[in-house]
């Protein structure tokens, strides 16, 4: 017998939910049949290094910002939001199949390039494209399984990169996060936290700078001038092409100190917890 | 008028079993496995797309004709490749044992980059691995050159291949709520690109679906592709009536019978 009242008990099953959900992920079907795929579940304190971690990345990039202040909020809240962390090994074919989709003839050339090349991106790489048609399906199969149990969640990159840089799923090479809970309607969705963080200005001017249409500027001679402003009288601007050395070195600090910081703050504890695996 | 009428008719009875093959009863129960492959492909479409971009296209196909094209196609392929050989004509029979193929592509891969620098292909934040590779101009891929050296034209942006891998998924999360049998094939889906299935697209996944007694895509034998149901049944045919032709005798005369025995016998 019992009686259970409030929302904490809600709250504390969304981590048996996620078990669940990482029972799914294994029980995803493969193409291949010989892609390894690992899942780990974080939440509580655990979850502060990843949140921290995509705070810097947060500056430079919208979409990462819109997850952060998503995670940060409803943790800081104590609304105990839990990240299902998967991961596969999708660097290396061991397929044998040479079927051109990496842009390789065959899976030996793949495997000495992947050997010595590690991708430049967020999310690592290279990849054998059918290993990451697995992963895929094993992340979609997550997020199959919380729509199932009717818990609001998103798959993230971001998390992805904070699980990459922080050292989860070491053996893994590619890593997205689904974010579950807390239990209400759109919590990642439609992102109720971003109310009033935006003015109509800046919002106007993310849009244009983001997104370089064609119908913001006038068809030029070559330098197409923005039509959009409010202040017609003063000097124009010009749409263009160049190098900015401002966004590159914020990119860089961004990614070679401040994220770097916070990593080393946690990796020992982080790896620590991986020692004795096979 | 008339069409009321009909309306107020809604009574009927349908007998559904999967023997023999291919008559009105099995075609019936083909229907509801189209019906299922119709709502796998909803899944497919709602399934998480990085940046919510439409990507994914699908073809729905039914038939004995078609699917035995598909199968020869798939044992086409077999034989390009050691690692391909056996589970791609095993594959094959599963074609020829499945109710409905179901054909998902993604339309961008190839084509229109996620241009995120993400870096799955291998590339940097530019790019660049993907752009390199490909012939391209004003950052748009020239796809008219439809020669191609290898079975799928790579590089592909890896991120729409991984859209492409949660359409899959969603198909078969739904496939397997509806409890029919689907699994999802490189096989097949290299030989729906080379029959002009999806044909926008840069890569396709097969599916197949079927309703059956017995999952068609799992608990094979081995050289499965000499044995299986259909050659057995065939086998049964040939065997048994041979087995008829060399004995025989006048029915309306005499038929063998068992000897008596001692309590039986006068």
Redesign the interface.
């Known amino acids: 017998m019992g009686h259970l009242t409030g929302k904490a008990f809600c709250q504390e099953h969304v981590l048996e939910v996620a078990k669940n959900i990482a029972l799914a992920v294994h029980k995803a079907p493969q193409i291949t049949g010989k892609t390894e795929i690992e899942v780990e579940i974080i939440w509580g304190e655990d979850l502060e290094p990843i949140i921290e971690v995509m705070g810097p990345i947060a500056q430079v990039m919208q979409y990462v910002r819109w997850d952060y202040e998503t995670l940060k909020n409803t943790y800081e809240r104590g609304e105990n939001p839990v990240v299902v962390a998967i991961g596969a090994k999708t660097t290396r074919s061991n397929l044998a199949w040479d079927c051109g989709a990496c842009g390789f003839g065959t899976c030996r050339e793949f495997n000495a390039y992947a050997k010595e090349t590690r991708g430049g991106g967020q999310l690592g790489g290279p990849c054998c494209n059918w290993k990451t048609l697995d992963f895929s399906m094993a992340c979609d199969w997550a997020c199959a399984s919380a729509w199932q149990y009717r818990i609001d969640n998103r798959i993230m990159g971001s998390v992805g990169f904070g699980l990459t840089a922080l050292g989860f799923l070491p053996d893994m090479d590619v890593k997205l996060g689904l974010a579950l809970g807390p239990p209400r309607d759109l919590v990642y969705y439609s992102r109720e936290e971003m109310h009033k963080t935006m003015s109509y200005e800046e919002e106007k001017q993310a849009m244009i700078n983001s997104i370089p249409t064609n119908f913001a500027a006038f068809v030029g001679g070559g330098t197409p001038m923005y039509k959009t402003k409010d202040d017609w009288w003063a000097p124009p601007k010009f749409m263009g092409m160049a190098y900015s050395p401002e966004v590159m070195e914020v990119m860089q600090q961004v990614l070679f100190e401040q994220v770097p910081e916070i990593v080393v703050k946690y990796a020992d504890k982080i790896e620590a917890r991986y020692k004795d695996r096979k | 008028m008339k069409k009321y009428e009909e309306d107020l008719n809604f009574r009927g009875e349908e007998y559904v079993c999967e023997w023999t093959p291919w008559s009105p009863q099995d075609i019936r129960r083909k229907k509801g496995v189209l019906e299922s492959a119709r709502m796998m492909l909803n899944?497919a479409l709602t399934?998480?797309l990085?940046g919510g971009v439409p990507s994914t296209e699908a073809h729905i196909v039914y038939g004995q004709e078609e699917l035995e094209t598909i199968a020869r196609k798939i044992e086409e392929i077999a034989h390009r490749?050691?690692?391909?050989k056996e589970p791609f004509l095993y594959e094959a029979v599963m074609i020829r044992d499945s109710d409905v193929v179901l054909f998902i592509g993604n339309t961008r891969c190839h084509e229109t980059p996620l241009d995120?620098?993400?870096?799955?292909?291998?590339?940097?934040?530019d790019c660049s691995?993907?752009y390199e590779?490909k012939t391209h101009r004003y950052g748009l891929v020239d796809t008219t050159d439809r020669r191609?050296?290898?079975?799928?034209?790579?590089?592909?942006c890896?991120a729409r291949?991984?859209?492409?891998?949660?359409?899959?998924?969603?198909a078969?999360?739904t496939a397997h709520t509806l409890m029919v049998d689907a699994?999802?094939?490189?096989s097949l889906g290299?030989a729906g690109m080379e029959l002009g299935y999806c044909r926008n697209s840069g890569?396709v996944?097969g599916v197949p679906v079927a309703a059956k007694a017995k999952n068609p895509y799992v608990d094979v034998n081995v050289d499965y592709h000499l044995i299986n149901m259909d050659k057995v049944l065939d086998n049964t045919r040939k065997i048994y009536q041979t087995a008829r032709i060399i004995r025989g005798f006048d029915y309306r005369k005499w038929i063998p019978k068992p000897a008596k025995t001692e309590e039986e016998g006068e």
């Not at chain 2, 995120?116 to 934040?125: K, R």
């Not at chain 2, 991984?162 to 969603?170: E, H, I, K």
Request: charged content about 15%.
């Open positions: 899944s399934a998480p990085a490749k050691k690692a391909w995120a620098g993400c870096g799955l292909c291998g590339g940097g934040l691995y993907f590779r191609k050296e290898n079975q799928i034209d790579g590089p592909l890896t291949v991984s859209d492409l891998g949660y359409a899959v998924g969603s078969l999360w699994r999802p094939f490189a290299m890569m996944v």
